[in-house]
């Protein structure tokens, strides 16, 4: 019931988010790809809710969420000027931090290889696509009852994948240009 609640929470914080990048925000230049995060993130909440698969969205909400939390962090300080000695580093901390650990590890190793590796994928070979000759045909045909859903969960993922690259890919640029002057 507690998971239910905090399914519909994270359901409303993200259709809030995309509600709040369409139309509140000003648009910025990765607003495509923004649009397609928050619209593919809410697709694979209410997915894994209609599937009754909590435990991989949890996994998938928590790694997304606690990553966030030195970006925004950056952000807000950023906004606030706490950069350089006035404000003891934190905007550069807190880059530093979400550039080379949290992002990286959760979001470019963890997500990949942990959950569409390892959480999808080789749980779809396994039982659904003859990796394992134990189940037997009526197991598999319970297993493999979502298989659209599982194609289309582990394609929305795999998008989600390609996004986190290509804001890992800016954060770099970002890195050259302040090193580069």
Known sequence: MILNKF??????????????????EAR?????QMMTHHVITIMLVLFSFANE?????LLILFVHD??????????????????????????ETAFA??????????????FPVYIIYNGTMKGYINNCGGGSETN???????LC???????????LLLILASLHWFWYF????????LLTG
């Open 7 to 24: 399914y519909l929470f994270q359901l409303a914080i993200w259709v809030y988010t995309g509600f709040s990048c369409k139309w509140i």
């Open 66 to 91: 606690f990553s966030d939390i030195f970006l925004d962090l950056m952000k807000m300080c950023n906004y606030l000027k706490l950069e350089g000695t006035h404000g003891m580093f934190i905007v």
């Open 170 to 177: 800016l954060m770099l640029r970002i890195l050259y240009k």
């Open 136 to 142: 037997s045909l009526l197991r598999q045909i319970e």
């Open 28 to 32: 910025r230049k990765d607003y495509l």
């Open 53 to 57: 698969d909590q435990p991989i969205g």
């Open 97 to 110: 931090i979400n550039t080379f650990v949290t992002w990286p590890y959760l979001r470019l190793y963890y």
């Open 145 to 155: 009852r979502g298989l659209d859903f599982c194609i289309s969960g582990i394609t």
